[in-house]
C-alpha cells in the first residue's frame, strides 16, 4: 500500500522557518517525482516544489524561490521542504504527493508547472499557521 505521511508542520511568526518531511511508503521513490502543494482556505491547490527522483533536478514556484529548498534522503525514502523567511499568506495546508517522474521533470525544465491531477498519491496534509 502506498502512504505518503507529513508531518513538521505548526506554527511560526512571519519570518520564520519549518521543515516540512514526507515520509513515503509503499514504493522507493526511484522513479517518480515528489511535490509539496498547499491550499489555503478558499483558494485552489498550488504546486510549491517538487523533486524529480531521476536526475534530481527541483522545481519551485516563483512565490517560494529562494526560501524554500526541497531535498530528499533515499535511505529514509523521505522528501523535506525547508521553509525560510515565512509570510502569514502562505498560512495553509501543505500535502505532499507522488507522481510520474516526468511530471516534475518536466515542471523542472520549464516546459509546464505542477499540476495537481497529474500526482497520483497524497498525503493527508499538515497545518501551516503563519502569524504577523
Known amino acids: 500500500e502506498v502512504q505518503l505521511v507529513e508531518s513538521g508542520g505548526g506554527s511560526v511568526q512571519a519570518g520564520g522557518s519549518l521543515r516540512l518531511s514526507c515520509a513515503v511508503a509503499g514504493f522507493t521513490f526511484d522513479n517518480v517525482g515528489i511535490g509539496w502543494f498547499r491550499q489555503a482556505p478558499g483558494k485552489e491547490r498550488e504546486g510549491v516544489s517538487c523533486?524529480?527522483?531521476?536526475?534530481?533536478?527541483?522545481y519551485y514556484a516563483d512565490s517560494v524561490k529562494g526560501r524554500f529548498t526541497i531535498s530528499s534522503d533515499a535511505a529514509k525514502n523521505t522528501i523535506y521542504l525547508q521553509m525560510n523567511s515565512l509570510k502569514p499568506e502562505e498560512t495553509a495546508i501543505y500535502y505532499c504527493?507522488?507522481?510520474?517522474?516526468?511530471?516534475?521533470?518536466?515542471?523542472?525544465?520549464?516546459?509546464?508547472?505542477?499540476?495537481?491531477?497529474?500526482?497520483?498519491?497524497w498525503g493527508q496534509g499538515t497545518q501551516v499557521a503563519v502569524s504577523s
Open positions: 523533486i524529480s527522483r531521476s536526475d534530481g533536478t527541483t
Open positions: 504527493a507522488a507522481a510520474p517522474d516526468s511530471s516534475c521533470a518536466a515542471a523542472a525544465q520549464g516546459m509546464a508547472i505542477m499540476r495537481s491531477f497529474e500526482y497520483d498519491y
